[in-house]
């Protein structure tokens, strides 16, 4: 299961963090999470994905250097930091998983299990 939080009013420039709750999974069972979002009458977009060491993370080009994608040392909550938001960032967030070993390979946006998403807006 995948529990996301986090989302809210924020205005522009400002930051948010959000987490994601992750359950149900072996202790050894390989994964990468991830985020995606979307915006009203927009398709869905990758944001970040982590590996389940935390080693291995992936930022589409879009994203690079506004978002950080990190996880707790028990691997059960996977955050995301947004800094410098944008009105343009206002969105759904999904946490998204896919059981495979590292990130980059699939398309955040296919991963196979969501969460419910929580709702981040950007606005003055």
């Known amino acids: 299961q995948l529990q996301a939080s986090g989302g809210g009013l924020v205005q522009p420039g400002g930051s948010l963090r959000l987490s994601c709750a992750v359950s149900g999974l072996g202790s050894e069972e390989h994964h990468v999470v991830g985020w995606v979002r979307q915006a009203p009458r927009k398709g869905r977009e990758g944001v970040a994905c982590?590996?389940?060491?935390?080693?291995?993370?992936f930022y589409p080009d879009s994203m690079k250097g506004r978002v950080t994608i990190s996880r707790d040392n028990a691997g059960n909550t996977i955050y995301l930091q947004m800094n410098s938001l944008k009105p343009e960032d206002t969105a759904t967030y999904y946490c998204?998983?896919?059981?495979?070993?590292?990130?980059?390979?699939?398309?955040?946006?296919?991963?196979?299990?969501w969460g419910q998403g929580t709702l981040v807006t950007v606005s003055s």
């Open positions: 982590i590996s389940r060491s935390g080693l291995n993370t």
């Open positions: 998204v998983l896919d059981k495979t070993t590292i990130c980059g390979g699939k398309a955040i946006r296919f991963f196979d299990s």
